[in-house]
Nanobody, 115 residues
């Protein structure tokens, strides 16, 4: 099973930037895709962004133009650069990885944006 370790996040004022990273380890299989999800209090978990091994990306409409997902395949690490943050971006952000028909989740990291 793949283990995902997230870092980054924290507290920032609206308009600011934060960067998240997620490192995957523990599998001999290639990780086919990695992504970021988020869950705000009282809301369902939602997809933020996803990136395939080939570099194709997909973003939630709410973050397009503000967030950028990238990936270092050698390090099995995915990044999320978040710019122009808004209070509605406040949530716990989770990393997810897909490999060999399975998927794993990270433990989550809190992002809080104050107005």
């Amino acid at each position: 099973q793949v283990q995902l370790v997230e870092s980054g996040g924290g507290l920032v004022q609206a308009g600011g930037s934060l960067s998240l990273s997620c490192a995957a380890s523990g599998t001999k299989f290639s990780i086919t895709a990695m992504g970021w999800y988020r869950q705000a209090p009282g809301k369902q978990r939602e997809l933020v962004a996803i990136i395939t091994g080939g570099g194709s990306t997909n973003y939630a409409d709410s973050v397009k133009g503000r967030f950028t997902i990238s990936r270092d395949n050698r390090k099995n690490t995915v990044y999320l650069q978040m710019n122009s943050l808004k209070p509605e971006d406040t949530a716990v952000y989770y990393c997810r990885a897909w490999y060999n028909g399975y998927d794993s989740w990270g433990q989550g990291t809190q992002v809080t944006v104050t107005s």
